[in-house]
T-cell receptor, first 113, second 119 residues
Framework: KAGVTQTPRYLIKTRGQQVTLSCSPI?????VSWYQQTPGQGLQFLFE???????NKGNFPGRFSGRQFSNSRSEMNVSTLELGDSALYLC????????????FGSGTQLSVL | AQSVAQPEDQVNVAEGNPLTVKCTYS??????LFWYVQYPNRGLQFLLK??????LVKGSYGFEAEFNKSQTSFHLKKPSALVSDSALYFC?????????????????FGKGTKLSVIP
């Protein structure tokens, strides 16, 4: 079974631009979560989607948005990039039930110059 | 609200010695607890989880964790450390009572502990 696939692996953008990151979950997984990882803050929850519906959103500004498609693939978008948005963005998929583990992709490393 | 604390940013241990990485948590209901490991330039890999039952949970690569309800702790342990265990370790918690926040089974992570095993 293929794992969680995130594309692209690396991105370099400049301030003010926007970016779209993609995540393909493990086949059969209906839940996709997104996390921002930075050295100082650790993993910060961005949002979670289940069957195309956003179930929860973390404490991030409205510049951060996401969506999930009918095949469970998910995208997240960051508009008007700021230097502080530089981070590793991790996607995780699961069956969406509370006692199940998350399966993580390798992440997209975003650098904002 | 649920939260996790990993009190040590870094743990150094000599190869062959036992290791412990500490974690404490706070949830409203019964906790679902997880440990993940992250190697450089990689995503997180699942090590083990506690849902219910035995307080000592065994996981991948010889790791185990001890659940202590009275101390709200879930420390990760290994009897004999290997150099290859050097990595970043994350503890995580989910409220087993049901939805947390606005209808989500959100997993909350600690800030991570960097483990260095010295040859």
């Amino acid at each position: 079974k293929a794992g969680v696939t995130q594309t692209p692996r690396y991105l370099i953008k400049t301030r003010g631009q926007q970016v779209t990151l993609s995540c393909s979950p493990i086949s059969g997984h209906r839940s996709v979560s997104w996390y921002q990882q930075t050295p100082g803050q650790g993993l910060q929850f961005l949002f979670e989607y289940f069957s195309e519906t956003q179930r929860n959103k973390g404490n991030f500004p409205g510049r951060f948005s996401g969506r999930q498609f009918s095949n469970s693939r998910s995208e997240m978008n960051v508009s008007t990039l700021e230097l502080g948005d530089s981070a590793l963005y991790l996607c995780a998929s699961s069956l969406g039930i509370p006692n199940e583990k998350l399966f993580f992709g390798s992440g997209t490393q975003l650098s904002v110059l | 609200a649920q939260s996790v604390a990993q009190p040590e940013d870094q743990v150094n241990v000599a190869e062959g010695n036992p290791l412990t990485v500490k974690c404490t948590y706070s949830v409203s209901g019964n906790p679902y607890l997880f440990w993940y490991v992250q190697y450089p330039n990689r995503g997180l890999q699942f090590l083990l989880k506690y849902i219910t039952g035995d307080n000592l949970v065994k996981g991948s690569y010889g790791f185990e964790a001890e659940f202590n309800k009275s101390q709200t702790s879930f420390h990760l342990k290994k009897p004999s450390a290997l150099v290859s265990d050097s990595a970043l370790y994350f503890c995580a918690v989910r409220d087993g009572l049901g939805y947390s926040g606005a209808g989500s089974y959100q997993l909350t992570f600690g800030k991570g502990t960097k483990l260095s095993v010295i040859p």
